[in-house]
């Protein structure tokens, strides 16, 4: 206990007598957890553009006249059995004219077309919403090949090259925001752990004396590994109060690019994983490049 209690006071008082040192390895740690706080945002964002683009991608199915609500209603449940389907909306043929004098409320030439029709000659419809587009031609072949005496039309064919198109696009941001994530985190982290290497480098001659007056590993490791929890801590909590700042900043930014995307919400609900994460990391940054770097000057 008294040993360590005394790697503690080396550590703390490493910290105080390399200062300047000390912030220069904090202010990179900052700069690293800000790039590994800002890929998590990032995915948020990245998420919130993969929802919204794919809630525009829909199937519709178009009714005959004739078609009875009951029958529509098990259209309706047999396509909801499909794992695939994620929504199915029905809009009726009132609704649908509804809607339609509504978004063309200042066309009196339509209104008034409207008004000289005997009946109502728009048709009920389902939109049908899943989660990948392979799903939504299976989807569509089982649609006109039980129910083709119900239906006057499934939209699937002409719409098929634009809903594949949406969802490689999807699937490009996904696959290209990870990739990105990764290689910036290993650059910020290379660079965090050649300034911790920089660090024990100009201390090598007093790592030197203390294995040659007989200290043990752990000993000379310990107060370097309590400078690097120090350096985490102060890194962290810079990081997350930076950020939150900057989540503010383009908040509006982004809300207005993607409607359903709330990163200060977000932001404040996870607050606690957030911070978790990046006072985990920084840590866990710290020791393991003073573990690695220190490894060199210890044999002697």
């Keep these: 206990m008294r040993s360590f209690i005394r790697v503690i006071k080396a550590g703390l008082k490493s910290v105080k007598r390399n200062f300047l040192l000390s912030t220069a390895t904090s202010a990179i740690l900052v700069l690293s957890l800000t790039v590994a706080l800002g890929i998590v945002m990032f995915s948020v964002v990245v998420d919130g553009v993969v929802t919204e683009l ?32 994620v929504d199915v909306a029905y809009t009726s043929r009132s609704e649908a004219l509804a809607e339609f004098k509504k978004r063309h409320s200042d066309n009196e030439v339509i209104l008034q077309a409207l008004t000289e029709l005997d009946e109502n000659p ?40 634009i809903i594949q198109r949406v969802f490689s696009v999807t699937n490009g941001i996904q696959n290209g925001g990870v990739a990105l994530g990764i290689i910036l985190f290993a650059i910020s982290g290379l660079v965090a752990f050649n300034t911790i290497r920089l660090a024990i480098f100009s201390l090598r001659d007093e790592i030197t004396v203390m294995r040659l007056v007989g200290a043990s590993n752990w000993f000379i490791r310990g107060p370097f590994v309590i400078a690097g929890v120090v350096h985490g801590l102060v890194a962290a909590a810079l990081t997350y109060g930076l950020f939150y700042g900057v989540v503010r900043i383009v908040q509006d930014p982004i809300a207005r690019f993607v409607p359903g995307v709330d990163l200060v919400a977000y932001y404040q609900a996870n607050s606690l994983q957030l911070l978790t994460f990046v006072v985990g990391l920084g840590i866990l940054t710290t020791i393991l490049s003073s573990a690695v770097a220190i490894r060199r000057y210890l044999r002697v």
């Design 54 to 85: 794919e809630s525009k991608v829909d199937v519709s199915v178009y009714f005959k006249p004739e078609t009875s609500e009951s029958q529509i209603g098990e259209v309706r449940r047999s396509v909801e059995r499909f794992p695939e389907v």
């Design 122 to 161: 728009l048709e009920a419809r389902l939109a049908v919403r899943a989660v990948d587009a392979s799903a939504y031609e299976a989807i569509a072949g089982f649609i006109e090949g039980r129910f083709g005496p119900l239906v006057s039309k499934v939209n699937y064919r002409e719409n098929s090259e």
